[in-house]
């Protein structure tokens, strides 16, 4: 690096002091100029590389990171290795439909078949297929039958669970609580596949209906809950936040491998355990996650 002093004795020196330090330095910016020129066209080609050149996925385009295989090598190939039973989808003993493909002419002379009889073939293939799906409705009404004795007009009373108008049945609005419930599908989602299987849409009110059908069976499951995980030596207990109605609740569970109570409450502070009636009274061992309000 030159500094002030270099160059005041390079002056003082002489001309040919200055010719000779000026050429190997305009050498060097030259190199170094090439060598920027080089560098900025390396750094569009590798800029062009990451952009997307096509609307397939960036991981198609050719310029992804690979992923390391953290797994180390077994020097075996991939798939069931030899001797492995394997599963496979096996025959059904009654079938459902049986389809019989019978010749129609012979592959020698061409003469019809018909009316010939045959035996069956000792080949069987079988194919495991969805049936269409299809809403049955079921229409109730009374029937009027006249005494003979008085004249007295009688009619048969529907089913008091069978409401007036058309309604949706019990296992339309099991499937619209387990769809969403026990598969975690959103319940607008949860209708419109009920749309799809079906063909049929179905009302706004049904799901609540659905709901509250279900919890309305469920009341007696559910009182016999707390007196069987009484017993239990140990119980799991959690509580998570959920949004009930817009607002916020604490939802505190008591499990055991069989049985699984849940209560809901407006917070989940140590009020919320108490309120669910179990774990005043129960004596075994419960696990939890050493919150404040499970200490209580």
């Known amino acids: 690096m030159l500094t002030g002093d270099h160059i005041i004795a390079i002056y003082h020196a002489g001309p040919k002091a200055g010719i000779d330090l000026g050429i190997p330095l305009g050498q060097t910016l030259e190199h170094q100029q090439l060598e920027i020129t080089a560098l900025k066209a390396r750094l569009t080609a590798l800029e062009n590389q990451r952009a997307p050149t096509s609307r397939k ?35 059904g003993a009654m079938p459902d439909r049986m389809i019989r493909h019978a010749p129609e002419r012979c592959l020698t002379c061409g003469r019809a078949l018909r009316a010939v009889p045959g035996c069956l073939a000792e080949e069987r293939r079988q194919v495991f297929e969805v049936p269409v799906w299809k809403l049955v409705v079921i229409e109730h009404s009374g029937v009027i039958k006249e005494c003979p004795g008085c004249g007295q007009h009688n009619t048969g009373a529907c089913p008091e669970e069978v409401a007036p108008g058309a309604r949706s049945g019990a296992g339309v609005k099991r499937l619209l609580t387990s769809v969403p419930q026990e598969h975690r599908v959103p319940s607008a989602r949860s209708w419109q596949l009920c749309e799809d299987w079906f063909g049929q849409p179905l009302a706004e009110g049904t799901r609540p209906a659905a709901g509250s059908v279900c919890a309305a069976e469920l009341g007696d499951t559910a009182a016999r809950l707390k007196p069987g995980l009484l017993p239990a030596e140990v119980v799991n207990c959690a509580a998570t936040g959920r949004e009930v109605a817009a607002q916020g609740r604490g939802l ?16 989940r502070g140590s009020a919320a355990p108490p309120a669910m009636g179990l774990l005043p009274q129960f004596k075994g061992r419960a696990l939890h996650a050493a919150c404040r309000s499970d200490w209580h």
């Open 252 to 267: 505190q569970s008591a499990s055991t491998p069989q049985l699984t109570q849940y209560a809901c409450h407006e917070n």
């Open 57 to 91: 996925p960036p991981a198609s385009d050719g310029f992804a990171q690979q992923t390391r295989w953290l797994r180390p090598p077994f020097g075996k190939p991939s798939g069931g290795q030899p001797g492995h039973p394997g599963t496979t989808l096996k025959p």
